[in-house]
């Protein structure tokens, strides 16, 4: 690899161009992570004396952000996404295959430093796995043959930028396309009604057409906007606009599409908001997985500047100014909680704060926020131009409209999918080609499991609601994977802050690998039911609140996947026991009978 | 009056802090051997359980002689309690899990500073080392937690009062509360 400019000289540079910025912090160790593979005693030292913070308040970022490391990974630093439909594609066996072909131990980089082989929560790539990223590049549809390729590209020390293009393609895969996607962008449009009509007549549309949040909760979107214009009645345009870009719910991926083929009208969406609540400010938070699109995004904001559509005095209007900067994540899958993502935004751990305050109120650096998902700001947009009857002639009463469908696991044709609010689990099962089906979890790891005696149910908030992901599991499968796939996941992600979420979320993931392990008893599965209650009655957010549902959802509706695991005792140690005093028979030289586990007891 | 309930104690991976905080119910230990006669426990040096109704056990499992007293414990007794962090957790000594055991026992007995005579020992007399210290409750079952590093003596008053006499046990914020 060609050598580095020192650490020190690039952190000076990245301070010095943006007048050393603390709410930037995430983004100065982003870039030196980007550059250095890990984050130098030298730039923590330089960052601290800089933006006058703690070195310990530094290093506790680079703590919490997976994607951040305090000690060099491989030059090439591969993660394999880790979500349950990677499994399924065969991502394990390709892991183990790399590992072997390249030398090295999962996690831990090879002696020479050349590379480091890692898993990571789900990439967003359902639809075209398995998926690894690549030094913060995605790489899909792997097979034997990238493998291959890929472990020879490494040893010959081929550069990033010269591997061949094909390996970085990402596809859309949009397999249904209704009001939103049929339509051209709107290319200002939205932004013209606005000047031409006035902000309330526009308000009025998006109120009257009943827009809902698509971000999972399915909060009114006029109301969340009313309340933040409500929030502080000067004239100063100080509230600001989130576009929550973070789509880290496993199975979800249809941001990722928007982002890349529809950004114009998701940032003319977020211009609109801010010209009915008064903002100045709009922060794209765009996950850090998706990096890759970062470039692009830029790109279509730069041009919308020169279209007038952004920056001041938007389309000619004296005093309508607004402008968008992109955040990137680090690996965080709660920072998709909003007042988790506004910490993050602002240069810290993404903590879920005590809400209320809500961000309406006090968000972004304290003040008035609104936060909404990619597709809510598309879809605002769109009925701006198109009128509140357009949107609210599809969907149902209480959800109007329609909403994106992330579909990948067991079926023909995985991908995106755009339906009217009310279409049934098995329209959609018939639509993507799935046979033979024995679950559909929707909305994703803290979402359902459903039984086929449930897919005459429809996706909408007033049964099944849903932020977009939508995985199909074949008669075939073992459900218990999908949840231990799933405990796994959100003890990765808890953010330690509440013990209900942190310590319960460790026994359920403890309890559930007993049980595959075939090591439990009917009390365990007890157990199970009564620390996924408290877990979710306790817990201080929506993370720690739905992380026990894919053991009590399957426990009521797919008792037989623990009952075929469950052994007959009542009760049996978690690991074996005498197994457990190899390290130690080696280590003394002992097989004495006080070298084992006494059988009589 | 009926006869009194059985109690026994003991300590595994622990430091006997949990012991040394149920000392601390102070003059209220007179009220107790009132309520309970105590069985096996360091308080009384009787080193073999017969049955118990109430088993008390501090500390983890880090060894075959823990896992042998504490299977030992829960045959012979109706109610078993993981007592203190170290029982819940592993605790302290648990912090050990993030190394090998190898790594352990040779920076004591090997490459540890002032070390003599470097060998790993061997003497069938020291009970072996499992490779991970665990929480009781993965090696028996355990029908009650009682959480604190130690719990306070007031913690495990309410709790024995509650238990022996029958009554659901509730305790308050100020007896589980640690900052
Ligand atoms: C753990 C957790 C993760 C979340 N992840 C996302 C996410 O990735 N994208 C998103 O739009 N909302 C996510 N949300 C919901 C947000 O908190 C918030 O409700 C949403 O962004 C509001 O936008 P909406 O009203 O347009 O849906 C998440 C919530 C929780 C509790
Ligand atoms: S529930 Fe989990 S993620 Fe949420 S605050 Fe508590 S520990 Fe953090
Ligand atoms: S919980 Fe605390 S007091 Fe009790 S044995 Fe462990 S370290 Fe000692």
Known sequence: MVALPDPEDFTRELLVASNSDRGRLLQYLHAIQQRYSHIPETSVHQLALALRLSE??????????????????????????????????????????????????????????????????????????????????????????????????????????????????????????????????????????????????????????????????????????????AARDDEMNDRVVICNADEGEPGTFKDRVLLNSHADDVFEGMTLCAGIIGARHGYLYLRGEYLYMKHALEETLAQRRRDGLLGQNILGQAGFDFDIEIHLGAGAYVCGEESALIESLEGKRGVPRVRPPFPVTHGYLGKPTVVNNVETFMAAAKIALEGANWFRAVGTEQSTGTKLHSISGDCDRPGIYEFPFGVSIQQVLEECGAADTLAVQVAGAAGSTIPPAEFHRSIAFEDISSGGSFMVFGRHRDLLDMVQNFSRFFVHESCGFCTPCRVGGVLLKDLVDKVHAGRAGTADIQELHRIGTVVK????????????????????????????????????????????????????????????????? | ??????????????????????????????????????????????????????????????????????????????????????????????????????????????????????????????????????????????DHFLPGCPPSGDAIWTFLTGLIEGRPVSLPYGQIRYD
């Not at chain 1, 999962?106 to 796995?129: F, I, K, Y």
């Not at chain 1, 053991?551 to 009542?570: C, N």
């Open chain 1, 56 to 229: 310990s308040r530094i290093r506790g970022v680079i703590g919490f952000y997976s994607f951040l490391h305090d000690t060099p990974r491989g030059d090439y630093d591969i993660l394999f996404s880790d979500s349950i439909t990677d499994h399924m594609l065969g991502s394990r066996v390709l892991l183990g295959d790399l590992c072997t072909r390249l030398g090295v131990e999962p996690g831990l980089p090879r002696a020479d430093g050349r590379v480091t082989v890692d898993v990571t929560s789900c990439t967003g790539m359902c639809d075209q796995g398995p998926a690894i990223l690549i030094n913060g590049q995605a790489v899909t549809r792997l097979d034997n043959f990238r493998i291959s390729s890929i472990a020879a590209l490494i040893e010959n020390l081929t550069p990033l930028d010269e591997w061949p293009s094909e390996l970085f393609e990402v596809q859309d895969n949009i397999r249904r396309a209704d009001i939103l996607l049929s339509r051209g962008s709107c290319g200002g449009g939205a932004l013209r009604a606005l000047v031409e009509k006035g902000a309330d007549t526009i308000f009025g549309e998006i109120a009257t057409s009943g827009l809902r949040g698509r971000g999972g909760a399915g909060f009114n979107t006029a109301m969340k906007w009313k309340f933040c214009r």
């Open chain 1, 537 to 601: 009655l306790t817990s201080h957010c929506g993370l720690g609140t739905e992380a026990a549902n894919p053991v009590l959802d399957t426990l009521g509706k797919f008792p037989s996947i623990y009952e075929k695991h469950l052994t007959q005792a009542d009760y049996q140690p978690a690991f074996d026991l005498d197994a457990a005093l190899q390290d130690a028979r080696d280590l003394s030289g002992r097989d004495d009978a006080g070298a084992h586990i006494r059988t009589d007891l």
């Open chain 2, 1 to 142: 009056m009926t006869e009194k309930l059985k109690l026994a104690t003991a300590s595994l991976c622990g430091c006997f802090g949990c012991h040394m905080s149920l000392l601390d119910i102070d003059e209220r230990i007179l009220e107790l051997v009132q309520l309970v006669e105590f069985d096996r426990s360091p308080f009384t040096d009787i080193k073999k359980i017969g049955h118990c109704d109430i088993g008390i056990i501090e500390g983890g499992v880090a060894n075959a002689e823990n896992v042998e007293v504490l299977r030992e414990f829960r045959a012979h007794c109706k109610v078993l309690i993981a007592f203190g962090a170290c029982a819940i957790n592993g605790g302290i000594p648990a912090m050990r899990n993030q190394f090998e055991l190898k790594e352990c026992l040779e920076e004591s007995y090997v490459d540890g500073i002032g070390v003599y005579n470097r060998m790993i020992p061997d003497d069938p007399e020291i009970p072996m080392l499992l490779n991970k210290v665990h929480p009781i409750h993965e090696v028996v079952q355990i």
